[in-house]
């Protein structure tokens, strides 16, 4: 669990990072009358794209998605699919932090910021489109990041199962759509498409 200290330090660098950086947001942001799933779903990530990541990441469909605001700590994430072929499932990477704020029930949106424990990465997106029922959820979004000084675009996809103590199975795939100059291969080419999980299932 994180200390008080820790979570405060936390807060600060959420606060600073959602300072300095513009989030990408959703055309529907603004229509209370938006309720095709669909068309929110591909306008995110077209159905083309679509087709390749279901099999990366756990799709939960439904119009009364739980609330799943907080902070969740993925310690550390785990590799569990990619189409590189240099890749290893299993393979761990840098702990993050997820933050997920600003949920609208009527409107079934979600901003969202990612942020590494380094602090040398991170992704933000607002009027990110949830799904689900009960307990299980489903956030589709585009983001804007940056790893180190190089920027990039992606669409992501997380989903989870939310409990009293934090999210059970949280996992997320993205597909890279655009980066800057990246003469040292920091960032991962547009096409790549990547899915991780919280090493032990649970994400506090």
């Known amino acids: 669990m994180i ?9 600060a660098m959420f606060l600073a990072v959602g300072l300095a950086f513009t989030a990408c947001s959703s055309d529907d942001d603004d229509d209370d009358s ?12 077209p159905d083309t794209l679509l087709k390749k990541v279901e099999s990366y990441v756990t799709f939960y469909d439904g119009v009364t998605p739980p609330n799943v605001e907080g902070v969740y700590y993925l310690d ?7 189409n590189l072929t240099n890749d290893t499932p299993g393979k761990t990477y840098n702990s993050q932090y997820h933050r997920y704020s600003n949920q609208n029930s009527s409107k079934r949106t979600i901003d969202m910021l990612y942020v590494s424990v380094s602090e040398k990465e991170y992704q933000k997106g607002s009027g990110a489109f949830i799904s689900g029922y009960d307990d299980k959820f489903t956030i589709y979004f585009n983001c804007t990041g940056k790893n180190g000084d190089v920027p990039f675009k992606e669409a992501s996809i997380v989903s989870g199962i939310v409990t009293d103590d934090g999210v059970k199975d949280l996992q997320w795939a993205f597909v890279m759509i655009e980066k800057g100059s990246d ?4 960032v991962v080419e547009p096409g790549t498409i990547r899915s991780f999980k919280d090493s032990d299932g649970f994400s506090e």
């Open 3 to 11: 200390m008080k200290k820790q979570y405060f330090l936390l807060m």
């Open 34 to 45: 938006v309720t095709t799933v669909d068309k929110r779903i591909t306008q995110v990530i």
């Open 76 to 82: 550390p994430q785990v590799l569990v699919k990619s």
């Open 183 to 186: 003469p040292k291969h920091i």
